[in-house]
């Protein structure tokens, strides 16, 4: 087997080779995903909600839409806002309730 002596500048080579390939699929990756405009059954896809879900958040106005003839489109900063208004923090658990695992009382 013969020994094959690889030296800096082809390690720079093949860096630069591997870059343009990783660069390459972020592209075509990150293309597809950063559309502006959704359709309906895109936004139920994203969120996992059902079609009257998604019409009572078009209804009480907690996601805002544009409706071109028939279809009715989402703006995805929108429904990012929407998710980010709607964030829920966790809160500690009040100490002053009694814990989950008490003694039931027989009445």
């Known amino acids: ?3 094959e002596i690889i030296t800096t500048e082809d390690l720079r080579e093949f860096k630069r080779e591997l870059l343009e390939a990783m660069g390459k699929l972020l592209e075509k990756h990150c293309a597809g995903s950063a ?14 909600i059902s079609a009257g879900s998604l019409q009572n958040l078009r209804v009480n106005g907690t996601l805002p839409y544009s409706k071109v003839g028939g279809v009715i489109l989402y703006d995805y900063t929108d ?5 980010a208004d709607n964030r829920c923090e ?6 002053t309730r009694l814990p989950a695992n008490r003694p039931k009382i027989k009445r």
């Open 35 to 48: 559309r502006k405009w959704l359709k309906s059954n895109e936004v139920r896809k994203l969120l996992g």
């Open 79 to 83: 429904i990012q806002k929407m998710l």
């Open 90 to 95: 966790h809160l500690p658990q009040d100490r």
């Open 1 to 3: 087997m013969a020994a």
